[in-house]
Structure formats: C-alpha cells, structure tokens
Nanobody, 121 residues
C-alpha cells in the first residue's frame, strides 16, 4: 500500500523558518509531479508549490521568494523549505504525489495525512 508521510510542522514565530518533508513508501513504480498544498481554517485547500519529475518548479504568488520546494528521487521524498513565515501561512500542509504502482497502471494522486504549521508570536 502506498503511503505519504509528512513531518516537520510546528509552531514558529513570524519571520521564522520551517522545513517540511514528505516521504513516499510502498509499492511504487514511478512518481510524477509532487507538491504541497495547504488548508487554513474556513478556507479551501490551495496549491502552494509543485515540482515535476524533471525538476521544474512552480509556486503560488504569496510564497514566491520565501518557500523553496525540492525533491529527492532516490528516497522518494519532497521537501518544502519555508522562510520569512507570516501568520497567514498558518494552515495544515498536505503532501501530494502522482504515483503509478505498475508500468501499466494509471497515475493516481496520493495525499499525506497533513502536518500543522502555526505562525504566531
């Protein structure tokens, strides 16, 4: 069974930094695009950043210049380095990955369980 497990969330003061990590495990043939989404209380889940299998990245405007997404294909992992954090970054952050379990199976989006990030003084 395929699992995505996140780590690295927590409480940080405004202006601080956090690094989120997500590792995929299980029967995996390939992983396409990986990304991070977040959902704040009372709001819809939104895309934060993605990284393709080729290493191309994209970010939502509100985090450009502050967040950096990277992936480690050897360890089937994706990371999100967050700096200059603001209270409005407070949310549950979810890892997402497009995964094929066999060469001839469809790519299925998988989600982690989420990790809480709270930015507050």
């Amino acid at each position: 069974q395929v699992q995505l497990v996140e780590s690295g969330g927590g409480l940080v003061q405004p202006g601080g930094s956090l690094r989120l990590s997500c590792a995929a495990s299980g029967s995996i043939f390939s992983i396409n695009t990986m990304g991070w989404y977040r959902q704040a209380p009372g709001k819809q889940r939104e895309l934060v950043a993605i990284v393709t299998s080729g290493g191309d990245t994209a970010y939502t405007d509100s985090v450009k210049g502050r967040f950096t997404i990277s992936r480690d294909n050897t360890n089937k992992a994706v990371h999100l380095q967050m700096t200059s954090l603001k209270p409005e970054d407070t949310a549950v952050y979810y890892c997402n990955a497009g995964i094929k379990i066999r060469w001839n199976s469809p790519e299925v989006p998988r989600w982690g369980q989420g990790t809480q990030v709270t930015v507050s003084s």
